[in-house]
């Protein structure tokens, strides 16, 4: 069995955070979560996180701040960030992506979670005994 990948929720609402950790737990993830920008770090260099997924607007240390220091640590992770507010994208430019709330489906999270993780892996191998080039000539 593989091992699950581990993913870091961080939002100062925690009704936000339990809902978002139930949706990605019952989708084969192991997920941590914080409350603050500080415990979230801590967390970060404690444990191997294959994805943080963020909001933005926080108190102390917003999520853009959080995905700045974080990518400092180890700028391989793919990082996500939530706003309820899209004027808040412009302040949002060290994460990987940036996702509005309300605007996007609990589906359309977990896709983006699923091919930024995919992506952080590195691309599947394909083994084939056919070559993949196919002629257009008729």
């Given amino acids: 069995m593989r091992p699950r990948k581990i993913i870091l929720c ?16 019952t989708r084969g993830y192991r997920v941590l979560t914080a409350t ?3 415990q979230a770090l801590e967390l970060f260099r404690e444990n191997a996180i294959d994805l943080v997924l963020s909001d933005l607007i926080m108190p102390q240390m917003d999520g853009n701040q959080l995905v700045e ?3 400092q640590i180890s700028p391989e992770v793919p990082m996500i960030i939530l706003s309820g507010s899209v004027k808040a994208y412009e302040r949002a430019s060290s994460a ?8 996007c489906t609990p589906l359309d999270v977990l896709e983006r979670i699923r091919v930024m993780i995919a992506r952080k892996r590195g691309p599947r191998k394909h083994i084939t005994s056919q070559p993949l080039v196919h002629s257009l000539a008729s």
């Fill in 96 to 103: 990987d992506a940036f996702l509005p709330k309300g605007a």
């Fill in 36 to 38: 603050s920008g500080e």
């Fill in 69 to 71: 220091r974080m990518k």
């Fill in 10 to 25: 961080v939002d100062d609402n925690e009704q936000a955070l339990s809902v978002r950790k139930f949706m990605l737990e």
